[in-house]
Each structure stands twice: as C-alpha cells, then as structure tokens.
C-alpha cells in the first residue's frame, strides 16, 4: 500500500536550537517555568474536585478585561488560527482569527504522538500489550534488518514512548532521507545506536512510527481503525485517514488531522482522568503515568512523560502537547483549564521563538485570568 505524498516536514525542534545554560532553558520556556514534577496535574486528573493548589483559593470563570487584553495580543499573532478555552467543562472561548473553522480537521502535528500514548495505554488496559516493559521485537518480526545492532532486542514499548530508544533519530535533520526510504519501520531499526536503550530523550518521530506498527501488529488492526474505535468514537470526534508508509502503517507520531474542538475534548478527557461524558476512555492511571516526569527535553528543558511536555505556568503544574507550528493542547487541572491553540503547520514555532509567544497567552492571560476570575463567561465566539 503506497504511502501518501508529500509528505510534511517533521514536527520537531531544531538540534541547532539546543539550550544549554539554565538562563537560556527559562527564556526558552517563555512563561512555563521549568518544573520538577507534575505530581500536581496527576492528583488534580485523578481527583478533578480536589482542594485547589497553594498558591490561591479556586476562582470560576475568566476575568473579562484580562480576557479581552489576551484576545487583542492573540489576534496579532500572524500564524496563530484557532484558541479554545474551557473551564470546569465548559467553552469559555472558541475564536477563529484566520484559517479553518473549529470543526473542520486541521494537520496536528507532532500532538499525533499524545494521541499514539493514548492508544498505547488503552491497549495495556484491555490486554493488547503487555504493558510498557514489554519488548518490541517480537511484534515487528520481519522488519528488523539482518545487521540491526543486537540492542534492539532491549528496546521497550516504554523506551519509544518517552523516545529513549537509544536509535538514531529519524527527525530534525535526517527525516526527509528516513520518509523517502521504502521501509520506514526497517530504516528506523538499522540506525546506529548513539545511546543505550533507556538513555536520554532522542526526539525521534521514528519512535512513535514504531510504537504504531506495534499496536497494529498486536491489535490486528490498523491505527486509524484503534483510533476511530478508542478516542473517536467515544469522544465522538472525526478520525480521518492520515499518512502511511510503504507497508501501509499509519504514520506515528506526525499528520494527523483533527479538529480544534476534537482536541479540545481529548484534553478535557486527560483532565478528567480519563472520562468523557461520564464514560471511561482511558485509565485513570495512564494519565497519572503519562504526567509523571521520565526524561527531560534538551530543546525545550520541560520533563517529558508518554507523549507530554510537562512544565509550570505562574506555578500552576501543566502538561502540553506541542506540534511543528504550534499546535498545542495546554491541561491546567489545578484550575480546570483545558487550552487549544492552532497555528499554521508550514511555519516553525521552536526555533522561530513562536511557541514562547504561545506559552505566554497561556501564563500571562489566559491562567491569569482563570486566577482572577470572572463571572464564568467567556467570549463565546
């Protein structure tokens, strides 16, 4: 099954970007400070009703004026498409400032990879995998090249999850080379190893392409069909069909399309530790896994769990996913704020410093604002 094309350049920060000082790790950030743990979004996803954090008593709502001020400096920034704000549930804001509509499925990037570590905890929980200690090898029987360094054997479904595989990585500067070969899942594992498996974080979509033919393998099934019937269904979101590689796997960790407002309810269901509606989607105890810290970002500076950044806002514990352009789902549990923010997916947002500005909207308007709050209105346009 031939892969689609073109396709895309990899949603990833640029290797020549990399921070090294922990003045130019804060500045990086923007206003998400670096943070230590996120033991807070954990309990808050697992509790939602739970006693608010230190810093201030529990608000409702969105103050207006520092809304309306947010909403101004949004609307100036030329990439930025779509911001959607909830609040204990409910669509404070849903704003278009140019590009397609809230409803209509827009390229998300590399927030694929959180809805891959999605389907992998779904498929822990019902029996598919083993669980993330369990070794990928024998699920990809067939692809793994005669020469391949014997280390792959070692590799775990949790080395791809947090992108501590050890391989080579498949992004950056070498992703254009690893799509054009004609076996993606056979390049990926012939790569030298630069580390051991379980070493540092090595931000590699090839990661999450592998954890992808996994799940498939196991389930039977492919991807988009897990994904339609895990998250689409539930959360009664569109799935559309997105890139395959020349065997026919769907693409892990990059091009998917969804919604703005099918993001919206995927974060809102981390937030709720699992639930949508009232019905379970994800085990609570994934959501607590994927926030818990497991490896740092040498581009970002940010912990990284299963596929989530996790970092600070004005000291308000958040767990992000981040797409090539700035496509970004922002959980803030301790003040039940779930965040969508959509941008343009042909132009950077690392390197550009556009995800600072974004990082910004969040902590200096829209948790702010939540801080404040307001009489449980937004702008609702």
């Avoid at 130019?24 to 950030?29: G, S, V």
């Avoid at 105890?285 to 970002?300: K, L």
């Avoid at 549990?333 to 909207?361: E, I, K």
Wanted: aromatic share 8%.
């Amino acid at each position: 099954m031939p892969h689609s094309s073109p396709v895309p350049s990899d949603p990833e920060p640029n290797p020549r970007v990399r921070l090294t000082g922990r003045r130019d790790l804060l500045a990086a950030a923007g206003w998400l400070a670096l943070c230590g743990g996120i033991a807070g979004p954990a309990r808050a996803a697992a509790a939602p009703g739970s006693a608010p954090g230190p810093a201030l008593a529990r608000t409702a709502g969105l103050d207006a004026a520092l809304l309306e001020e947010t909403l101004a400096r949004a609307a100036e920034l030329p990439n930025l498409h779509a911001l959607l704000v909830a609040r204990d549930g409910a669509e404070l804001v849903g704003r278009v400032f140019r590009g397609p509509g809230l409803d209509r499925p827009v390229n998300v990037k590399s927030v694929s990879k959180s809805v891959i570590a999605a389907l992998a905890g779904i498929a822990i929980e019902r029996g598919v995998l083993q669980g993330v200690d369990q070794r990928i090898l024998p699920l990809l029987d067939g692809f793994v090249p005669a020469a391949a360094d014997p280390r792959v054997a070692l590799i775990t479904v949790d080395h791809l999850l947090t992108m501590r595989a050890g391989l080579e990585r498949t992004s950056g500067r070498n992703y254009g080379r690893w799509v054009a070969s004609d076996n993606w899942i056979r390049d990926a594992l012939a790569r030298p190893f630069v580390d051991e498996p379980g070493g540092r974080m090595l931000y590699s979509t090839g990661s999450y392409h592998l954890l992808s033919a996994v799940l498939t393998r196991a389930a039977g099934t492919s991807t988009l069909a897990l994904a339609r019937d895990w998250l689409g269904e539930p959360l009664q979101i569109t799935v559309p069909p997105w890139t395959r590689d020349p065997q026919g796997f769907y693409l892990g960790g990059n091009n998917m399309a969804l919604a703005p407002r099918a993001l919206l309810r995927f974060g809102e269901m981390y937030r709720l530790s699992g639930v949508y509606e009232g019905r379970r989607v994800l085990p609570g105890s994934w959501i607590e896994a994927s926030w818990t810290p497991r490896v740092r970002s040498p581009f970002t500076g940010h912990t990284y769990g299963y596929g989530w950044f996790i970092a600070k806002a004005r000291g308000h514990p958040v767990a992000y996913a981040w797409g090539y352009g700035g496509q970004m789902i922002y959980v803030v549990p301790d003040l039940a704020l779930t965040v969508v923010m959509t941008s343009d997916p042909a132009a950077p947002s690392g390197r550009s410093g556009y995800v600072r500005q974004l990082h910004g909207l969040l902590a200096q308007g829209i948790v702010a604002a939540a801080e404040r709050g307001g009489d449980g209105d937004g702008d609702g346009a």
